[in-house]
């Protein structure tokens, strides 16, 4: 925009609940697509935790929008094998701590082949995981 416009101006940054909040009803109307009926009390009350911690650091609606189309596009493919809040946790994760989420991908990766039985891991590679 600088390019085409050399003026400067600074624009109001949003309400702290907000990327949260959009978050949230873009999650539950998510789950309605995919499962066809909305979430159980219980299961949304789970759902606004990793939004709560998770969300705090949903900077820019850039942010939202990137761990909401996530879970969109996975949620489909997912939803008889992943919980939906805990997908919603991961995506969160994803788009505000990389380093952790990928982190979690290794271990989640190696520990699945370990478990079950495609393939083995030498004790000193065990250890360090």
């Given at each position: ?82 919980w939906f809040p805990e997908l919603c946790l991961l995506q969160l994760i994803r788009v505000t701590?990389?380093s952790l989420y990928d982190c979690a991908e290794h271990y989640l990766s190696e520990r699945a ?17």
């Amino acid at each position: 925009m600088q390019k085409i416009v050399p003026l400067s101006f600074s624009l109001p940054r949003p309400e702290a609940f907000t990327p949260r909040r959009h978050f949230n009803e873009d999650a539950l109307q998510i789950y309605c697509d995919v499962h066809g009926t909305g979430l159980d009390a219980k299961t949304a009350a789970t759902l606004t935790r990793p939004a709560d911690v998770y969300g705090e650091a949903l900077a820019t609606p850039r942010d939202v929008i990137q761990a909401v189309s996530a879970v969109r596009f996975r949620s489909p493919d997912m939803k008889d094998y992943v919980w939906f809040p805990e997908l919603c946790l991961l995506q969160l994760i994803r788009v505000t701590n990389p380093s952790l989420y990928d982190c979690a991908e290794h271990y989640l990766s190696e520990r699945a082949i370990e478990k079950t039985g495609d393939a083995s891991q030498a004790d000193k590679e065990k250890q360090n995981l």
